[in-house]
């Protein structure tokens, strides 16, 4: 019997890689339940996109697949660094200061749990 996984990716997210590592490392390994729960009472921005992107997952699961939502867990939940933005901020005597947006890539990959 083949491991049923489903993934959803969200690109291009003007969030910071180490303060959505920060949340991702709170619900990695737990029940799409357990990880909803947990985003939703987090204080962090970030916790908005990455419940988007679990949501996201899930419909794929019950669309494509046929699960059901409390048969999911996140085996694997992972961010990637997108591309900065560069701007530049004016400065005194003429000068400017460089200013770099962070945007990054989060990917959710769930599976079916093994427990019934």
């Not at 419940?51 to 997952?57: N, P």
């Not at 990637?80 to 005194?92: E, I, L, S, Y």
Request: net charge positive; charged share 25%; proline share 5%.
């Amino acid at each position: 019997m083949t491991k049923i996984e489903v993934k959803a990716t969200g690109k291009y997210l003007r969030l910071s890689v180490t303060k959505v590592n920060r949340v991702l490392e709170q619900i990695r390994g737990k029940s799409y339940q357990e990880a909803k729960l947990i985003l939703q009472f987090m204080p962090y921005r970030s916790c908005d996109s990455i419940a988007k992107i679990l949501d996201s997952a899930v419909s794929n699961a019950e669309h494509n697949h046929g699960l059901e939502k409390k048969q999911l867990s996140i085996q694997s939940i992972f961010v990637n660094q997108g591309p900065k933005m560069k701007r530049f901020q004016p400065r005194a005597q003429g000068r400017a200061f460089p200013i770099h947006k962070p945007t990054c890539h989060i990917t959710v990959i769930l599976a079916k749990n093994n427990t019934p």
